[in-house]
Every structure is written in C-alpha cells, then in structure tokens.
C-alpha cells in the first residue's frame, strides 16, 4: 500500500542536541511538506519542496533545516536554535498538478528532555 | 498574505442536530480543502472544492466553496457521536503549493 511513514513516532531531544525527524513516501508524489502542530492549534508550515534538491521556508523555519535528495524522502532537523521544539510534527506530501489534497503521515511527536 | 479562519474553534452538540462550520479566507484563491483530524492521529482528506458553488457530500458532511465571498461551509446533518473530531479547512495559495490551515472547529457531540 502506498502511503507515508515518519519515525519515530516518539522523540525526546536533550538541551543543544539537533534531532532528525524521518519522513519517506512511496506515493510517487513530487511535492512533500513539514507541518509543526502545537496543542489545540493548526498546522504551520515549516519547509516545503516541489522537486528534488529544491526547498522553500515556510512561515516558521527558524531553528530547523531540511534536505531532499530523493523523491522519497524529506527528513526534517529540529536544531538547537529551536528553543522551543516541543510539538506534534507532521510530514505531507501531494501531486504538482490537479489540486489534490496532502496526504499525511502518522505524525512524530517530540519533546525536550 | 493569506490568512484563513475558522469558526467556531469549538463546537459541542447533540446527537440528531445540524450545524455548520465557517471557514474565511483572505485572498483568491479556488482551491480550498477540508481534512478531519482525530485525538492524536494524523489528518485525513475529507473534500477537495477546486470551483465557485463547488458542493460536495458525503454521509452527514456537505461542504460548499463560494469564491466570491471568500467562503467555505462544512453542514453536519443529524450528527452522530463518530463526527467528534478536530475539522480543517486549508487553502491553496494562487501561486501553488503553498497551503494555509485554519486553526481547526473542535467538534464534540454528545450521545
């Protein structure tokens, strides 16, 4: 089945410590997405990539970093300038053309030590 | 810049009732969408509207887009103790890719 996996599910980060977030999608999909939730809040964007070694920031992309050199793949890093990294963090992914919707992963949630 | 907003942010209801919940945004845009979201868990696609007066149904949810007015509808029909979940809606900017989502309707109902 085609979808999206993120690890871990759970993440704990020790003070100045940079964690790595993983995010792989089999959906062939161009397009991939890093969303930080906060509780009882929405989704903000963090980075963004149409396409292979290309990424954009979104509104909050201060004290993270991304890379993508496969398709497949868009791992996410919480560095230690993000101060405060509690947070649920989605990845996403969708289609360059035809407007359709993201599809999600399970989400990482992660948490300071 | 793009801001969309929801309301209400939480909604408690009985089983059997109908509402509705809003979704503004500020700029143009044709492509909206609405996602489900349960404790915990990951979003779910719940409507894709790409079009002014677009309405889609399904079960007891019906979703409509009027462009002009910068607005979105999610109607709950005769609602149910399995709807309790957090709703989205989110926008596509007109330049692509870039999508924004409302702050979520929290949505209770009471058996």
């Known amino acids: 089945d085609g979808g999206i996996t993120q690890s871990p599910k759970y993440l704990f980060r020790k003070e100045g410590q940079n964690v790595t977030l993983s995010c792989e999608q089999n959906?062939?999909?161009?397009?991939m997405y890093w969303y930080r939730q906060d509780p009882g809040q929405g989704l903000r964007l963090i980075y963004y990539s149409q396409i292979v070694n290309d990424f954009q920031k979104g509104d909050i992309a201060e004290g993270y970093s991304v890379s993508r050199e496969k398709k497949e793949s868009f791992p996410l890093t919480v560095t230690s300038a993000q101060k405060n990294p509690t947070a649920f963090y989605l990845c996403?992914?969708?289609?360059?053309?035809?407007?359709?919707?993201?599809?999600f992963g399970d989400g990482t949630r992660l948490s300071i030590l | 810049e793009l801001k969309v907003e929801q309301n209400p942010l939480f909604l408690s209801m009985q089983e059997g009732k109908n509402y509705t919940i809003y979704c503004n945004y500020s700029t143009t845009s044709d492509r909206l969408y609405w996602y489900r979201q349960d404790p915990g868990k990951s979003l779910e696609s719940l409507f894709v509207?790409?079009?002014?007066?677009a309405v889609k149904q399904e079960g007891r949810l019906m979703a409509s887009l009027d462009t002009k007015a910068r607005l979105s509808t999610l109607h709950i029909t005769a609602a149910v103790h399995d709807l309790s979940a957090t709703y989205f809606c989110?926008?596509?900017?007109?330049?692509?890719?870039?999508?924004?989502f409302g702050a979520g309707t929290r949505l209770f109902v009471k058996a």
């Open positions: 509207l790409l079009s002014n007066g």
């Open positions: 996403a992914s969708s289609t360059t053309g035809g407007h359709q919707p993201q599809h």
């Open positions: 959906l062939n999909h161009d397009a």
């Open positions: 989110a926008v596509e900017g007109t330049r692509g890719f870039k999508t924004i």
